[in-house]
């Protein structure tokens, strides 16, 4: 398995609080993502990171933020955490862009439950 | 938007079957991945086909990519109980900085 963790793997908070999930690499890949899994919408693309400090929104980035200090973190902040956030989250990272072999590894997974 | 849609949602097979899921999409790709997710985990990655390939192969797996369709089949041949998971295609479109767009799922249950 590529060398990724996210932690927390499960999360139970309640609504207007503030939640940061955290994704760490050990392959020194260059892109980093944010995906969140719901049943019926497969998985959507959050946020993206390019590179330390280079960051980008994806799909559905309302009511999310992200960080990118070092290559192997990237982190997800829920500013004030609504129960649409309820979701399973994924990072993914990927050593090159697209129109070359982009294939993403995904973390396990964090269960965040907002009540 | 949901580029990818995959066709059936959900199949039921017997363990030695082939299974074949299908994949549409709507804009002009780079490639397009074919994805495992067992329950419970995170997706891991099969193959990956690019615009100019019509067919891969990797162990059990058979790819095909129709570009003037815009559509791909994923088939598995000999199903195993252990190929009982979720495949989802997902395409990397032109100038997407790596991004890819996922299909909703097939759920594979393969009973042994």
């Known amino acids: 398995d590529a060398g990724i963790t996210q932690s927390p793997r499960h999360k139970v908070t309640e609504t207007g609080t503030p939640v940061t999930l955290r994704c760490h690499q050990t392959?020194?890949?260059?892109?980093m993502y944010w995906y969140r899994q719901d049943p019926g919408h497969g998985l959507r693309l959050i946020h993206y990171s390019y590179g330390v400090k280079d960051t980008d929104k994806g799909e559905v980035s309302d009511g999310y933020s992200v960080s990118r200090s070092k290559t192997e973190d990237f982190l997800l902040t829920l500013e004030s955490a609504t129960s649409s956030q309820t979701s399973v989250y994924f990072c993914a990272i990927s050593e090159r862009a697209s129109g070359s072999s982009n294939e993403q590894f995904f973390g396990p997974g964090t269960r965040l439950t907002v009540l | 938007s949901q580029q990818g849609e995959e066709d059936p949602q959900a199949l039921s097979i017997q363990e030695g079957e082939n299974a074949t899921m299908n994949c549409s999409y709507k804009?002009?790709?780079?490639?397009l991945q074919w994805y495992r997710q067992n329950s419970g985990r995170g997706l891991v990655h099969l193959i990956l086909i690019r615009s100019n390939e019509r067919e891969k192969h990797s162990g059990r797996l058979r790819v095909t990519l129709d570009t003037s369709k815009k559509s791909s089949s994923l088939l598995i041949t000999a199903s195993r109980a252990a190929d009982t998971a979720s495949y989802f295609c997902a395409t990397a479109t032109r100038g997407s900085q790596g991004n890819l767009i996922f299909g909703k799922g097939t759920k594979l249950s393969v009973k042994p």
């Open positions: 392959e020194n890949h260059r892109y």
């Open positions: 804009t002009s790709i780079n490639n």
